[in-house]
């Protein structure tokens, strides 16, 4: 097998996307970075994160881990979605959509963008624009058992 492909090279999809976002390739952004994408989208902590690189033996402190999942929101590898004040999440999926967030567990699902119209919004301030509208949708309660 070459050496640009396959098993020798586990880390080329994110060195190719970090490298893309212009971002050194270190080896803990290697390391997070495939931990974050390399099973297709899903919404982070930085707690969570942490405990997974932890779980794979990969040694960074937690402050790392902020830095880095700022780092990555700031070239748009990611997407932040604020649920409270000292709560975000990071979100893989950086494509127009909006979120469920289930205030029992604490997880959040994606809603996609087209199923939410925004009818109104108000004028915004002189030399301002709008750069996104985010919607996140609390819910409360139990869901249903699927049978």
Do not use: C, W
């Not at 880095?68 to 929101?73: A, P, S, V, Y």
């Not at 939410?116 to 609390?138: F, K, W």
Request: glycine share 8%; charged share 25%.
């Amino acid at each position: 097998m070459s050496r640009t492909t396959g098993p020798e090279r586990p880390f080329r999809d994110a060195l190719q996307r970090l490298k893309a976002a212009g971002l050194r390739p270190t080896r803990q952004r290697l390391a997070l970075t495939r931990i974050l994408f390399e099973n297709g989208h899903r919404h982070v902590t930085a707690e969570t994160l942490h405990a997974e690189a932890k779980t794979a033996g990969v040694d960074v402190s937690l402050a790392t881990i902020y830095n880095t999942l700022h780092q990555f929101t700031g070239v748009g590898l990611l997407r932040e979605v604020v649920i409270d004040t000292g709560k975000a999440y990071f979100d893989t999926n950086t494509d127009d959509h909006h979120h469920f967030f289930f205030e029992d567990s604490g997880r959040l699902a994606d809603i996609p963008g087209a199923e939410i119209a925004i009818a109104n919004l108000p004028s915004t301030p002189m030399g301002m624009e709008v750069a996104r509208v985010d919607v996140v949708i609390r819910l409360r309660g139990t869901p249903p058992q699927d049978a």
